[in-house]
C-alpha cells in the first residue's frame, strides 16, 4: 500500500490503493491502539443501524449495521454525531471508483457551504484511539478515516464499492452496508488521484439511527 506523502500536516493521498487519509488541524491522539475484536465474524450481533438518506446522483436509503461489539468507541461517536444531526447534509467529498466513498466531515464539509477545506475537518469531539479488528474490507464495509497516526480517526468514515486488503487491520471497522449498495455504487465520483469531487458532490440528506 503507498503511503501518503506529509504535507504541513495534511496527507496526500496517492492512487485508490493508498492510505484512506484525513485532513487534521488538531494534533493526532497519543492514546494507546486498541483491539476489540479477533474475531472476522460480522453476523455474531445486530444493529444499531444507521440509515443515510441521499441525494445527488445517487438516490435513495443506505443502511449500515453498525458493530459496536467491534468498535464500541467508534460506533458511540457515530450514534452521537448522528443524535445531534451533525450528519445531515454533510457531502461525499473524496470518492474513487473501484475503491470506497468517503464522507462525514462534519467541519468543512456541510452540503451548500464553502468545500474547500471538505476533507480537512473533523468535529469538536477528540480523536478516537484506533480498535482494529481482522474484519477484512470488502464491499459495503465501512471504516473510520485517519491521518497518519492509528489514534487519528474522529467523524469521517467510508464506504467500500469493493475489496481493498491492503486496509485490512489498519482502519477501524465500524459497520457493513445491510441494504442500499445499489445506492452506495451510484455515489458520484470524483476525478484524479485523490478522488476529489468536482462540482456538486452527492450528500447525506438526514442521517437517523434505529435499533432494529
Do not use: C, W
Amino acid at each position: 500500500m503507498s503511503k501518503d506523502a506529509i504535507i504541513k500536516g495534511a496527507m496526500l493521498a496517492v492512487g485508490a490503493a493508498a492510505m484512506v487519509g484525513i485532513y487534521m488541524f488538531t494534533s493526532p491522539s497519543t492514546a494507546p491502539l486498541q483491539t476489540v475484536s479477533s474475531s472476522s465474524t460480522v453476523e455474531d450481533e445486530a444493529g444499531p443501524y444507521l440509515d443515510i438518506e441521499v441525494a445527488g446522483a445517487a438516490n435513495g436509503v443506505i443502511t449500515i449495521d453498525l458493530m459496536e461489539q467491534h468498535a464500541p468507541l467508534h460506533v458511540e461517536r457515530i450514534q452521537t454525531l448522528a443524535e445531534a444531526r451533525d450528519y445531515d447534509n454533510v457531502v461525499f467529498h473524496r470518492v474513487i471508483d473501484n475503491f470506497m466513498a468517503q464522507t462525514g466531515d462534519v467541519e468543512y464539509g456541510k452540503y451548500g457551504e464553502d468545500l474547500s477545506f471538505a476533507g480537512r475537518g473533523g468535529s469538536v469531539l477528540p480523536d478516537l484511539p484506533a480498535e482494529f479488528s481482522d474484519i477484512p474490507y470488502e464491499k459495503g464495509v465501512v471504516g473510520m478515516a485517519r491521518s497518519q497516526s492509528p489514534n487519528s480517526a474522529n467523524s469521517q468514515f467510508f464506504i467500500m464499492f469493493g475489496p481493498a486488503p491492503s486496509l485490512n487491520g489498519g482502519y477501524t471497522v465500524v459497520g457493513r452496508v445491510v441494504e442500499g449498495q445499489d445506492v452506495v455504487d451510484a455515489i458520484k465520483r470524483g476525478t484524479g488521484q485523490n478522488g476529489a469531487v468536482i462540482g456538486e458532490p452527492d450528500r447525506m440528506v438526514s442521517v437517523s439511527l434505529r435499533d432494529e
